[in-house]
T-cell receptor, first 111, second 115 residues
Framework: QKEVEQDPGPLSVPEGAIVSLNCTYS??????FMWYRQYSRKGPELLMY????GNKEDGRFTAQVDKSSKYISLFIRDSQPSDSATYLC???????????FGTGTRLQVTL | DAGITQSPRHKVTETGTPVTLRCHQT?????MYWYRQDPGHGLRLIHY???????DKGEVSDGYSVSRSKTEDFLLTLESATSSQTSVYFC??????????????FGPGTRLTVL
């Protein structure tokens, strides 16, 4: 079993929809959680960064962490075609500079 | 791409040949990483460096070696390429100021095909 599980999709939604992307993990030592966005044939770029449990909002994006359930989510409101990309969750214990990534979910926002 | 370049961007090679990929940064960051990305596996850490001449293994290091003789350059070498090493390789950097929690910035990737 992988340490981090993420549904690969693809997930197709109409423009303006609310998107929910999720990851589950098994290592209770993970303390820091990130979401990266990766456009086709590009490197990943950091989108959101959260520590421990709770919510963090940045514009149309909200990251949510539930450590008791070992479950993290990324919500995208008012989705746009420019949001079409692969979204990767990543996490770390904070004791070493190593990230563990999910496999990524491919999102397509249609007009 | 946060001052990170990778070369070459594309390479096709034959089984058994040596291959070296280069990552160059202009950010003076302490940490540098090599990942490979494959369908169904996501990003997996191959090796990383925490300073000049200081390197350590990652999750999938077999068949790969690395060297870092200067802060700005991190080389990944496949001593004898195999078809299982066909992948997209990404370099990443972080400043290490907040060990374990600092942001990693990724390069544009190198697409390697081993025939």
């Amino acid at each position: 079993q992988k340490e981090v599980e993420q549904d690969p999709g693809p997930l197709s939604v109409p423009e303006g929809a609310i998107v929910s992307l999720n990851c589950t993990y098994s290592n209770s030592a993970f303390q820091y959680f990130m979401w990266y966005r990766q456009y086709s044939r590009k490197g990943p770029e950091l989108l959101m960064y959260t520590y421990s449990s709770g919510n963090k909002e940045d514009g149309r994006f909200t990251a949510q962490v539930d450590k008791s359930s070992k479950y993290i989510s990324l919500f995208i409101r008012d989705s746009q075609p420019s949001d079409s990309a692969t979204y990767l969750c990543a996490m770390t214990t904070g004791t070493a500079s190593k990230l563990t990534f999910g496999t990524g979910t491919r999102l397509q926002v249609t007009l | 791409d946060a001052g990170i370049t990778q070369s070459p961007r594309h390479k096709v090679t034959e089984t058994g040949t040596p291959v070296t990929l280069r990552c160059h940064q202009t950010e003076n960051h302490r940490y540098m990483y090599w990942y490979r990305q494959d369908p169904g596996h996501g990003l997996r850490l191959i090796h990383y460096s925490y300073g000049v001449k200081d390197t350590d293994k990652g999750e999938v290091s077999d068949g790969y070696s690395v060297s870092r003789s200067k802060t700005e350059d991190f080389l990944l070498t496949l001593e004898s390429a195999t078809s299982s090493q066909t992948s997209v390789y990404f370099c990443a950097i972080s400043d290490g100021a907040r060990l374990g929690t600092d942001t990693q910035y990724f390069g544009p990737g190198t697409r390697l095909t081993v025939l």
